[in-house]
């Protein structure tokens, strides 16, 4: 934050509240956000915020809308199984770059503008795909389910891209072949380069359009 984002000519607002709450909550995480840490990133006193925002829970609500407002929004009337693939990519991306962000999306009531204008923007591309809105709503949950289990693996696994060759050759040692026969041979799989490990998000987002287009088919 410079010096020049505390004077007087940036008047606090809404907006610059959130963004500097944003800002906090990417760096050092969600549990790190409160008013005064706030307040301090500003160049405020606590209470000033108030004029602004009604307590954390509508900071969290806030910035949990400007994370959705930058997801790539599907366009109805296009190619559903296109427009939900670019759909589910573009969330998985954003959700990468804001952490804190998957959890705080699965956990909240969400009725911020970006949010409900990306639902319903699914829900319409989906409807006038030939879904019923019965199967529209599983659909797309589906799909959720995936992008947010995915993202919530990445975020947390212990290991790098980097470092799965070298974890194989240091715990195929715990899974013995007489014990683990099917881990053990993937396990050394890995280990002579056959297969790296690493899982595609891409790989069970197709399996659900396909199996979705099946349904949609059969309808």
Not at 25 to 54: P, W
Not at 192 to 216: P, S, V
């Amino acid at each position: 934050m410079t010096e020049i984002d505390k004077s007087p000519q940036f008047p606090l607002s809404r907006e610059r509240v959130l963004a500097a709450a944003l800002r906090i909550a990417d760096g050092d995480g969600i549990e790190a956000l409160s008013m005064r840490k706030l307040a301090q990133e500003l160049g405020v006193k606590a209470m000033s915020l108030y004029n602004h925002v009604a307590n954390k829970d509508d900071i969290v609500d806030g910035i949990v809308d400007m994370v959705v407002g930058e997801i790539e929004v599907p366009e109805i009337g296009s190619d559903w199984k296109t427009a939900m693939r670019r759909r589910a990519i573009s969330a998985h991306r954003v959700l990468l770059r804001h952490p804190w962000a998957t959890m705080a999306m699965m956990s909240r009531m969400n009725v911020g503008s970006a949010m409900l204008r990306y639902v319903d923007a699914t829900l319409g591309c989906l409807r006038e795909a030939g879904f019923s809105f019965e199967m529209a709503d599983h659909a797309w949950n589906a799909m959720d389910s995936h992008i947010y289990g995915f993202t919530l693996q990445e975020l947390n696994f212990p290991l790098q891209p980097n470092e799965y060759f070298q974890a194989a050759r240091d715990f195929v040692s715990f899974i013995p072949s007489d014990r683990y026969p099917y881990m053990n041979q993937l396990t050394h799989y890995v280990m002579e380069g056959r297969y790296d490990g690493l899982h595609d998000f891409e790989f069970g987002l197709g399996l659900i359009l396909d199996g979705l287009d099946r349904l949609r088919e059969n309808v």
